[in-house]
């Protein structure tokens, strides 16, 4: 069975492009995020062109290892902070390569969502949290406490 979709004109780069809405019948390959495109012109060099992932992975990574070396609240505020990074760089910047794995809206939520979080956990981490919630005692009083 043999199936061709309509094509008209061709677009930019040559191709033919479909002249109907309706998804083909067979789908042969995945459509790119948006923002998915290079960081840095094709000429350069990989890293170059895939900085923004390799600025957050380098900043987590700095983060785990700290962590690694016992300096547990610095280091998970490192990968909080990177993930935050990585929310704000998928926010402004149009073509950040890698970075990009869903929609732009899904990405930054994401991102920000999950570092939030760990910034969070990272300041309420024990002994001598930096941030104090009132009623959590309360509702971990049965669980946690001795008295």
Not at 104 to 123: E, W
Not at 134 to 144: G, M, S
């Amino acid at each position: 069975m043999t199936v061709t979709d309509p094509v008209s004109a061709p677009d930019a780069e040559g191709r033919p492009r479909r002249a109907t809405r309706r998804f083909p019948l067979f789908t042969r390959d995945t459509a790119r995020p948006e923002g998915g495109g290079r960081a840095a012109p094709g000429d350069a060099p990989a890293p170059a062109r895939q900085w923004p992932i390799l600025a957050v992975l380098l900043v987590a990574g700095l983060g785990l290892l700290l962590t690694a070396f016992d300096l547990f609240r610095i280091g998970t505020l490192l990968i909080g902070v990177a993930l935050l990074a990585g929310g704000v760089l998928r926010w402004a910047v149009p073509d950040v390569g890698m970075l990009a794995v869903r929609s732009r809206f899904t990405d930054i939520v994401t991102y920000g969502g999950l570092g939030l979080a760990i910034v969070l956990l990272a300041l309420m981490v024990q002994p001598d949290p930096l941030l104090k919630i009132p009623f959590l005692k309360d509702a971990l009083h049965f669980t946690v406490s001795n008295s």
